[in-house]
């Protein structure tokens, strides 16, 4: 394997569970974010998927204390790529704080480091230019739970280095995903293009007032069979990733709904502290949401 060093710029809900299961397969693993606040929350984060990989993975109290034990915190971006062969970033889902991130990146990283932008909607052409290496740059993608929601989408831009592509492959196999390839760039890969409509959808009947999150997800569970409604599915992602996305969808449709979706995601969840699962409320209260109750499908 040629990388050894890893590091995650990013620490929020995603970036924690990818620098977690990279150290959780072997990897030394730094952990970068703005400030030692961030850096704190990253650690409650990251200590609270030690019991989800027990009972998910049968994970032992030891290899997960080993794990940790791989994993370096810093809030200084030169310190945490010095010695790095690959960087994943993880930051917010905006073109140009990741254009302003990568601009200083790529003066700092060392030649060798390949860089790899976890995005979700973005794609890598989009900013490429702003790495310094070009070829050296490409997209990983993960699914949040990422221990057992396992896959890893590659997706390259026209200038990838085919070598860079292929390692990251095996990058992504040594770390337990399954490796989708995606030919072609994509806004949203596989997952996303699938995945955002669905969400998009659920969030227009919510604004317009058709139905509430409770209905739309118990309509959704019970005709599909899905474990999950979307309103949940959105508090697991996130809803400060939610409202970055509702806010590039206003900006590029002129829909009034969406702009009173951006509106209703900020003053009703975003201000108010409710990020989703990982603050504990979000369209659901946390934990023991209501979807997980017994007669939720059944009323």
């Not at 034990?69 to 030169?78: C, K, T, V």
């Not at 603050?279 to 209260?285: H, L, M, P, Q």
């Amino acid at each position: 394997m040629k990388y050894k060093n890893i590091t995650v710029a990013g620490s929020g809900v995603l970036g924690s569970q990818i620098a977690f299961q990279t150290a959780y397969k072997g990897f030394s693993v730094t952990v970068y974010d703005i400030n030692e606040e961030a850096l704190d929350k990253a650690k409650d984060r990251i200590l609270k998927l030690k019991p989800l990989y027990e009972k998910d993975l049968g994970a032992s109290a030891k290899e997960l204390d080993d794990a940790y034990a791989l994993m370096e915190f810093n809030s200084n971006l030169e310190e945490a790529v010095r010695d790095a062969d690959l960087v994943i970033e993880a930051i917010p889902e905006v073109l140009e704080i990741k254009k302003d991130f990568y601009t200083k990146l790529g003066k700092l990283a060392p030649a060798k480091a390949i860089f790899a932008t976890n995005s979700s909607t973005l794609l890598p052409s989009q900013f490429a230019d702003a790495t310094g290496r070009p070829e050296q740059f490409l997209a990983l993608h993960f699914a949040n739970q990422i221990w057992t929601n396992n896959t890893a989408e590659i997706m390259k831009h026209s200038g990838t280095n085919p070598t860079v592509f292929n390692d990251i492959v095996d990058f992504a196999k040594a770390i337990g995903m399954v490796p989708i390839k995606v030919n072609k760039e994509q806004p949203g890969y596989v997952l996303n293009s699938l995945l955002v409509p669905f969400l998009k959808a659920a969030q227009l009947l919510l604004v317009k007032e058709v139905a509430d999150p409770e209905t739309i997800d118990k309509t959704w569970m019970i005709a599909t069979g899905a474990p999950l409604g979307p309103f949940a599915i959105m508090d697991i992602i996130g809803l400060n990733t939610q409202y970055n996305i509702a806010k590039t969808q206003a900006a590029e449709e002129d829909c009034p709904d969406l702009a009173k979706l951006v509106a209703l995601f900020k003053t009703e969840y975003i201000d108010k502290g409710k990020m989703g699962r990982a603050t504990g409320e979000g369209f659901y209260k946390y934990p023991n949401p209501r979807f997980e109750d017994p007669d939720f499908l059944k009323e």
